[in-house]
Nanobody, 118 residues
Framework: QVQLVQSGGGLVQAGGSLRLSCSAS????????MGWYRQAPGKQRELVAI??????NYADSVKGRFTCSRDNDKNTMYLQMNSLKPDDTAVYYC?????????????WGQGTQVTVSS
C-alpha cells in the first residue's frame, strides 16, 4: 500500500498562509480521489477539500481561501491555505483512494497540526 507522508503546517497568525504537502511513497496516478480532512479538538473529522477525477470540491467554510491541487509527476498533493482564521485550527489529514471517493480502504497521512492564533 502506498504510504502518505505529510509536511507543512505549524503556527500562524490570523490572516496568514500555510501550505500542506502530502507526498506518496509511490505513484499517485491511480488514485481517483485525493483529499484533505481536518479534526479540531472535541469535533468530528470533517472534509476540507477533495479532488475526484478532475473535479475539486471544498467545504463551504474554506471556499475562496483554500486551494487543493495534485502533481502526479511529483506524487504529491497540496493544500494552500490563505486568509487563515482561528477556526481553521485543527489536525489536518490527507487521504487517497483508488475509488471515486474516500472509502474504508483509503490511505491516510499521519496528520499535521495547524494552529491559527488570533
Amino acid at each position: 500500500q502506498v504510504q502518505l507522508v505529510q509536511s507543512g503546517g505549524g503556527l500562524v497568525q490570523a490572516g496568514g498562509s500555510l501550505r500542506l504537502s502530502c507526498s506518496a511513497s509511490g505513484s499517485i496516478f491511480s488514485f481517483n480521489a485525493m483529499g484533505w480532512y481536518r479534526q479540531a479538538p472535541g469535533k468530528q473529522r470533517e472534509l476540507v477539500a477533495i479532488i475526484i477525477g478532475g473535479t475539486t470540491n471544498y467545504a463551504d467554510s474554506v471556499k475562496g481561501r483554500f486551494t487543493c491541487s495534485r502533481d502526479n509527476d511529483k506524487n504529491t498533493m497540496y493544500l494552500q491555505m490563505n486568509s487563515l482564521k482561528p477556526d481553521d485550527t485543527a489536525v489536518y489529514y490527507c487521504a487517497a483512494d483508488l475509488a471515486y471517493g474516500i472509502s474504508r480502504k483509503a490511505s491516510w497521512g499521519q496528520g499535521t497540526q495547524v494552529t491559527v492564533s488570533s
